[in-house]
């Protein structure tokens, strides 16, 4: 490879190489404050104290399963810097009853598919990366995920991955992020008399969860992390004390 795009083009380790991030799965996701300044509040006697920025983003988090028809909102919590939650995309034409938006009927009879959210692109149509023909409790895959399945040693040349972080923008999860941390950092800004400042750091971690006992183990972590937060990694905190030792 030049050395141009020495590291430019690595797949990212906190995203699932080639993924559909569109397609029907529980997904965990942390999205921490910039710089992990901790501004959306205290952890006292165990408990989560809201901040005024907290509170913001808690009403937002409520709000996400009317993004988008094939959203499903299970456990989450507000930490001081960063928050947790799972996901869970439904399958292609599922309706959660509170979101309008996602006209998903047409999903499985032709090359379009409809991940509108509302405020994001709104009305464009993304192109499918594949034909959704598979089951619906079997995951989609993409050319390059297949590719893999039959050669594991397949490396993706710099165009493949190129173009497959141009279509990822366009998938839904990414697409619900975007919207959050675009109304959340609006409504914080207004408070802190900050407009146009960015609250969230760029890059967010997700995992795809694969068993149910990977699902108790990731809802029991985000359960329990306020009472955990001492010890937690995200805790900036810590790593200060360390310094200073």
């Known amino acids: 490879m030049n050395d141009k795009f020495k590291g430019k083009y690595r797949i990212e380790s906190n995203r699932a190489n080639f993924w559909d991030y569109s397609a029907p799965a529980n997904y965990f996701i942390t999205i921490c404050i910039l710089n992990r300044e901790h501004i959306l509040g205290k952890i006292i006697n165990d408990k989560m104290i809201l901040s005024q920025y907290g509170k913001i983003v808690e009403t937002e988090i409520k709000k996400i399963p009317k ?46 598919y409809n991940n509108n959210i509302d405020g994001i692109d709104n009305g464009i149509i993304v192109e499918k990366i594949h034909e959704f023909s598979l089951q619906p409790s079997q ?32 998938m839904l999860i990414p697409k619900i992020l975007g919207k959050f941390q675009q109304q959340t950092s609006k409504q914080i800004n207004i408070l802190r008399n900050t407009p146009g400042t960015k609250n969230w750091q760029r890059d967010y971690y997700d995992h795809i969860i694969r068993n149910n006992e990977e699902y108790l183990r990731i809802k029991n972590y985000i359960i329990n992390n306020p009472v955990k937060w001492k010890n937690d990694r995200f805790n900036s905190q810590n790593a200060e004390l360390k310094q200073n030792k």
């Open 67 to 112: 993004y988008h028809k094939r959203i499903q909102l299970d456990v989450w919590v507000v930490m001081p810097n960063h928050i947790h939650f799972i996901i869970s995309l439904g399958d292609y034409g599922f309706d959660n009853g509170i979101s309008t938006i996602g006209d998903d009927k047409n999903a499985n009879n032709n090359n379009n």
């Open 139 to 170: 995951p989609p895959q993409s050319i390059l995920q297949k590719q893999r399945r039959f050669n594991h040693d397949y490396k993706p040349t710099i165009d493949e991955i190129k173009q497959y972080r141009k279509q990822r923008r366009k």
